[in-house]
């Protein structure tokens, strides 16, 4: 009987954390601002000091031997 209740709090701590991190990301969906999913579109402020252009490796980069 004590494995089933050592096994029965482990997953109510588990539920739990799965629900705590549910919850945490439909309130940051709700929360989002309009317009930018987190700063990762080009008309926010938040990714100004980031590069606006990726930065991809050619392929002729990766076939040339060094």
């Known amino acids: 009987m004590n494995q089933i209740e050592w096994q029965f709090v482990a997953t109510l701590v588990f539920v739990a954390a799965a629900v705590?991190?549910?919850i945490r990301r439909i309130v940051r969906?709700?929360?989002q601002r309009p317009g930018c999913g987190?700063?990762?579109c080009t008309g926010c402020d938040a990714g100004a000091g980031?590069?606006?252009?990726p930065n991809f490796v050619s392929l002729d980069q990766l076939k040339s031997p060094r």
């Open 29 to 31: 969906f709700i929360k």
């Open 20 to 22: 705590y991190f549910l």
């Open 38 to 40: 987190g700063g990762s």
């Open 50 to 53: 980031a590069a606006k252009t």
